[in-house]
Structure formats: structure tokens, C-alpha cells
């Protein structure tokens, strides 16, 4: 089985999966909760989300 690589492209401009506009910013809104703080991330053009963070604090291991 192959690996896969991450290469850094700076001369691309993402797209929005949603409206397909180019992604020159991605806004994100902070979400708090029980199991600690979150991020929505989503396109300035549509507002639809584009992601949420799952960053675990250091006391969930």
C-alpha cells in the first residue's frame, strides 16, 4: 500500500464545495460546550459550513 503525501500549495486557491466560489478567507465561529470549546468553519459567500474542529482537551486523552 502507498502513502499519501501533503504538499503545500500556495499559488492554488481553494473552491467552496458548496457555491463554488474561490476561498481567499474561510470565517469560523467559536462553539462552546460540555466537552470543551470548538470552531465552526464556514465560506463568507455562502455561510455553509465547511468543517468543525474535534480538537480534544488534554484531560480526554
Wanted: aromatic share 14%; glycine share 6%.
Amino acid at each position: 500500500m502507498s502513502e499519501i503525501s501533503a504538499v503545500e500549495k500556495k499559488d492554488v486557491v481553494p473552491i467552496c464545495p458548496h457555491c463554488s466560489e474561490e476561498l481567499h478567507t474561510v470565517w469560523f465561529r467559536k462553539v462552546e460546550s460540555p466537552f470543551g470549546n470548538r470552531y465552526i468553519y464556514f465560506c463568507p459567500a455562502c455561510r455553509k459550513v465547511l468543517g468543525v474542529s474535534h480538537r480534544k482537551g488534554f484531560w480526554m486523552g
